[in-house]
């Protein structure tokens, strides 16, 4: 990965591994398919209030999504190793530097995904395993074989890079992965309007697969959400983007119920790393 390189441990300075039960975590937010950093500030708030030390979401404009579509998604990933260089150099302030937890919105959290290959484009190297304590997901198609429209768009550009270099929870158990989607909305060509439109957006993530009854969060099925090896959660009634005022996964409600999962994700992974009781060092 390019960047500076980090700073050399410091004897004087406390180990993360020496109070993990009580150590926040630096979390880097990985926004999603034409999203903008600016959607993400009330999700950073939250995640300050519920004990995270550090948050910082990375630079990626709906600018870079469009041209990722064309050229393919490197120079994303390249934006978005530049935003995990920078969150652990936060972590070094705030989290003991300790590895940091990347939360991964919709196509954000393949790009975190592909942040742990050695070699995910011609060329470019991030190999940051070392650098990430835990990968969540929230909203990501990790499943997009067959799809039409956007999800064949995705595939082409990133799934595919992904689930050749890092397939399922490739790092686990050194790296925690939580898979989060929603069940908030019911996809029927037959239904009423809104799901409808449901059933044509999982289709065109999923393709034939989308069959009448799919549930998801109004654009990805839950079933595309589904990352082998991960731990799966399914909320109720968020949304699958921050979008008039609607809830989603980066509101209370959703987050109350899958910050504690990542929480314990990440410290799991720390655990494993650092050799404590009852676990073996890598």
Do not use: K
């Amino acid at each position: 990965m390019n960047g500076r390189p980090s700073r050399a441990p410091d004897a004087s300075e406390p180990h993360w591994a020496d109070r993990l039960d009580t150590l926040r975590p630096t979390v880097l937010i990985l926004g999603g398919f034409l999203t903008a950093p600016p959607m993400y500030e009330r999700m950073v708030e939250r995640l300050r209030v519920r004990g995270a030390a550090g948050v910082v979401v990375a630079s990626v404009w709906p600018q870079d999504w469009v041209i990722a579509a064309a050229r393919g998604s490197a120079a994303i990933a390249t934006r978005s190793g530049r935003a995990l260089l920078a969150a652990n150099r936060v972590s070094r302030e705030v989290s003991d530097g300790a590895p940091v937890l990347v939360v991964g919105h919709s196509a954000g959290g393949l790009i975190a995904r592909l942040l742990t290959a050695a070699e995910p484009f011609p060329g470019r190297r991030f190999g940051a395993v070392a650098r990430i304590g835990a990968i969540v997901t929230l909203g990501t198609p990790h499943a997009l074989s067959g799809g039409e429209g956007i999800g064949r768009r995705l595939d082409n550009v990133v799934s595919a890079v992904a689930d050749r270099c890092v397939p399922g929870s490739f790092h686990a158990p050194s790296i925690g992965y939580v898979s989060v989607a929603s069940g908030a909305f019911c996809g029927d060509p037959a239904g009423t309007g809104r799901e409808r439109i449901s059933y044509l957006l999982y289709r065109s993530v999923m393709g034939r697969r989308a069959v009448p009854g799919l549930v998801g969060d109004g654009l990805v099925p839950v079933q595309s959400t589904w990352l082998e090896g991960a731990r799966h959660l399914v909320v109720a009634n968020a949304v699958h983007g921050p979008s008039a005022g609607r809830p989603w996964y980066g509101t209370d409600e959703a987050m109350d119920m899958w910050w504690p999962v990542a929480l314990e994700s990440w410290r799991a992974a720390l655990s494993f790393r650092a050799g404590l009781p009852g676990t073996a060092r890598v």
